[in-house]
Nanobody, 120 residues
């Protein structure tokens, strides 16, 4: 069981920045991939960014060039640096850890979510 604790959400104005953090209860080197998802009111949850154990990254088209996902293996922490935030970025952001078991079963773990509100 992997526990994920998120922090860093809040209220910002358009154009400002925020950094989200997600700390895992075990070494993230053992986790196949970690990512950030978001869900706005009335919309489906969508992938924002993900980083694999090998370091490769993947971003939603709407955030490319503005958001950066990174990891600190020593701290078991993944970060999402969000720059030039837009009002449409308002959502609950959740951290995900995708674990691949020895029997090749995929298990997803989720954090509790952190609210990001972009408004003037």
């Amino acid at each position: 069981q992997v526990q994920l604790v998120e922090s860093g959400g809040g209220l910002v104005q358009p154009g400002e920045s925020l950094r989200l953090s997600c700390t895992a209860s075990e070494s993230i080197l053992r986790i196949a991939a970690m990512g950030w998802y978001r869900q706005a009111p009335g919309k489906q949850r969508e992938l924002v960014a993900a980083i694999a154990s090998g370091g490769s990254t993947n971003y939603a088209g709407s955030v490319k060039g503005r958001f950066t996902i990174s990891r600190d293996n020593a701290k078991n922490t993944v970060y999402l640096q969000m720059n030039s935030l837009k009002p449409e970025g308002t959502a609950v952001y959740s951290c995900n850890a995708r674990v691949l078991t020895q029997t090749l079963r995929v298990i997803d773990y989720w954090g509790q979510g952190t609210q990001v509100t972009v408004s003037s």
